[in-house]
Structures are given as structure tokens and as C-alpha cells.
């Protein structure tokens, strides 16, 4: 017999095999999850900030119209290259520490202690289930043990 085709006679085997897919396709969907909410959160918060820049300029008195070209319109590199400058020179870049934006930093901190409690979850999870496995077929193979000494 093929030793994959062994492997996958033994039932407990099968067992253990498909709790552990299931524990990593819940593991990929709970991920999937989680993602979908840093991008709500991340677009909550870009948002947010828009509205604040916008309040501002309306309250120097840019004209509305503007403002709202300045956020519809696409942007060319040239325009992306000149805010660049004009932010650059008062520390604002992606060099920029995180704890000094502290809508970053929030966003950083949540979801760094949500995610590895989530491995942390999965993988406590994932290691029961083998460890199950295991004493599951440690038992079997002593009450085997146990009959073949009881028959000889």
C-alpha cells in the first residue's frame, strides 16, 4: 500500500487531520474578518481627518469649491511632490514616528494586541487539538498493547 494511502486509513489520523483544517480555514476566515475591520477602522479614521482638514481651510476662508476639488480631483505626481515639500519641512513624512500621530499610533497599538491575541487564540486552539489527537491514539495504542499481552 502507498504510505500516503496508509496514513489515511487510520481514522483517528483522518480525525485529527480534518479538526486541523478546520481550525486554519477558521483561522483564514477570522482573518479575512479582522482585515475587513482595520480597513473600516482605517477608512473611519482617514475620513475623520479629511473632515478636519476641510473645516480648517473652510474656516481660512478657501472657497468650498476648492476644498472639494482639492479631495475629488485626481492628483498628479506634481501635486503629490509639492505637498510632499511643504509637509516635509515641518517633520510630517513616512519617516514620521508613530507615537508622534496619535491616530496612527491608536491604530497601531489596537490592532498589533488584536492580532496576536488572535494567533495566540488559534495557536493555543490548534495545539489542543493535537495534543488531543495524540493522547487519543497514545490510548489506542495501550489498549492494543493491553489485549495483545491479555492474548499471548
Known sequence: MERGKLIFSDKPFRRQAVATLFFLFFLLLA???LVSGMAQEFKKS???HDYAVVGYLSREGVEDGRITAAFTQDKTNADIQK???LLNTSGYSVETKNSLLPTVERFHRKYSLTVFFFLL???FALLC???YG???REKQLED????L???M
Open 144 to 147: 492494543a498493547a493491553r489485549k
Open 129 to 131: 487539538a493535537q495534543f
Open 46 to 48: 482617514m475620513i475623520e
Open 149 to 151: 499481552w491479555r492474548f
Open 134 to 136: 495524540v493522547l487519543h
Open 31 to 33: 482573518g479575512q474578518l
Open 121 to 123: 487564540f488559534f495557536s
Open 83 to 85: 505637498g510632499a515639500s
